[in-house]
Structure formats: C-alpha cells, structure tokens
C-alpha cells in the first residue's frame, strides 16, 4: 500500500508486471480498495549470475538508463538484485518573463536493492530497500490572458515557476512459510519515508502577488499477517489481520 500521493508521480524500476483490478479487493490487498487495486510487482532476483542494461534517446533530449544484476551469493539459498533506472529530459514550455524554456523539465531516479532467501521449500524471506529521487519543473498552465486556449508552442509568463523536489526511501521484508499441511503464513512488514519540497508562482502572472512555498515529511509503517488455507477441498479460506500508520508533517505557505 502507498500511502503518499506525492511518490505516485515518479518513475518506477524493475517492474514485472502491472495488474489493474476490479474491486472490492480488501481481502487480497487490505485499505482503500473498495472500488479496486493497481497491483505492481517488482521482479525477484534470479538464482543465475546475470544482467541487464538499456539506454533510450528521444525528442527534448529525453535520457532513459535502466539496468539490474542478478549476484548469486549462495548457490540455490540466498541472491541480490540491484537494479536502476535514471531519466531526464529538458523543458519544452517557454517563459516570455525571463525567455527561459526549462518549464517542463525532468530529472528522475529510482533505484532497488533486495536480498532473497530461500533455505528450503517450504520458507522465503525477500528483503527490499528502494529509493526515489525527482528533481522537476512541472507545468503550470499558460497566462491568463491567453484567451485562444493551448497554443503550440506552448508559453506561459509568470515571474515564478513550478519547481519541485522528491526524496523517498521503502524497506520492506516479505517472509513465507507453508507447512506440511499445506497451510501458508505470510508476513508483510514495511516502512518508508518521504521528503518533498516544492515552490510555485499561484498567481500566474508577471507580478509579485502569491507565492506558495511546500514541504512535507511523512513516515509509513504497516504489518500485515495472513494465513492461507490448502485450495482444493471443500472450504478454503484466509484470514489475517493488517496494522498502518501514517505520520505526516506538511507546512503550505503563501507569500
């Protein structure tokens, strides 16, 4: 669960897959998922030493590097997988207030680190740490006297503009243990953290009339415990139970 609209905007590596589900889903996947779920999951390292990297150019001097390693550390019992992906690319709006055309530019990072453990069968443990970095100058919209609506290419003209800055960390430990009865416990213990800073010109004008300055720290810790049933027979169930905590400190200022 990711409890931080502000981390939802950034890019993510390693993905697997991505799973959009009709709700209700709070059986499955627990809080704030009565109308459904997006579920993403990251790739688990590989047991054989092996690599990956990628590099994407495109138009505004887009910059995409991905790339991951698979490092066996015990044969068959315990691998690490590091992985990365870096992007960037310049603005694309003009500012006719100081002739600038950095509104709409992007720096973006986000890197992985896990650790997965498999001594039998029967148990794994995968222990993940992630980190996020955004250093961006999102749009804000064009003038207000702009009456004939988008215009290509685009402009604005305010004497302040949108910049903001993310800087989150996640450690997260999944372990599993299904026993001869064929019953299988799951615990799913995380934390993270998320630091962001943003500026911005709410007046939209050349004048010095408003000026919102942001910053937010907030913490998340959440527990979840489950127990599966053998599937196959005439009742199967799950049972479990889920503990959150959210921890915000937000100071909005407007000058």
Known sequence: YQGFSETLNAIMADIERVEVLKGPQGTLFGRDTIGGAINITTKKPGNEFSGHAAIEYGNLNHVKLTAGIDIPLVEDVLVARISGQREWED????????????????????????????????????????????????????????????????????????????????????????????????????????????????????????????????????????????????FDFIVGGYYFKNVNDKIDVYD
Do not use: C, W
């Not at 950095?102 to 680190?113: L, N, P």
């Not at 001594?119 to 740490?129: C, E, I, M």
């Open 91 to 234: 603005g694309y709006v003009f500012n006719q207030f100081d002739g600038q055309t950095d509104i709409g530019a992007k720096d973006q990072f986000s890197g992985r680190a896990q650790l997965y453990f498999t001594p039998n069968d029967q148990f794994s443990a995968r222990l993940t740490f992630t980190h996020l970095e955004t250093d961006d100058t999102p749009y804000t919209g064009e003038p207000v006297n702009n009456f004939q609506g988008d215009t290509v290419p685009y402009f604005t003209n305010v004497n302040g503009t949108y910049a903001r800055k993310l800087n989150a960390d996640a450690l997260s430990l999944t372990m599993e243990y299904e026993a001869n009865s064929g019953y299988v416990f799951t615990s799913i213990s995380s934390y993270s953290n998320s630091k962001d800073f943003s500026t911005q010109d709410t007046d939209y004008t050349t004048q010095a009339h408003l000026f919102e300055t942001f910053r937010g720290n907030g913490d998340e810790y959440s527990q979840e415990l489950r127990l599966t049933s053998p599937t196959g027979k005439a």
